[in-house]
């Protein structure tokens, strides 16, 4: 399935219409249409960003997965602080 997506760019009064297929995106498509650098979506693929065997990203996998890694983060300064308040040096 492709979807036509509007992107617009912070440069230009122009708008950028690209046909995105959200289950194959290449890392540039993801970047321009998150807002980011295709260097920040680069490195979450070698962090661990599911791809199919082309290298495309699927956007609610990608989704999905920027999700868990918030909830990790999330858990660990929680754990961290516990641990703080434990030991007696947080009160």
């Known amino acids: ?3 036509r997506t509007v ?3 912070n440069s ?3 708008s950028l219409i690209a046909t995105v297929n959200p289950a194959a995106a290449t ?3 993801l970047a ?3 807002g980011v650098s295709a260097e920040v979506v680069r490195r979450h693929v ?3 960003v599911p791809t199919d065997a082309g290298g495309r990203v699927n956007l609610v996998q990608y989704a ?3 999700n868990y890694r918030l909830m ?3 858990q660990a300064c929680h754990g961290e602080a516990e641990r703080s308040r434990e030991a007696g040096h947080g009160d």
Do not use: F, H
């Open 46 to 48: 070698q962090d661990g």
């Open 7 to 9: 992107i617009s760019e």
């Open 1 to 3: 399935m492709t979807t």
């Open 12 to 14: 230009s009064r122009d």
């Open 32 to 34: 321009k249409a998150l």
């Open 27 to 29: 890392v540039e498509q």
């Open 72 to 74: 990790q983060a999330d």
């Open 64 to 66: 999905a997965w920027l």
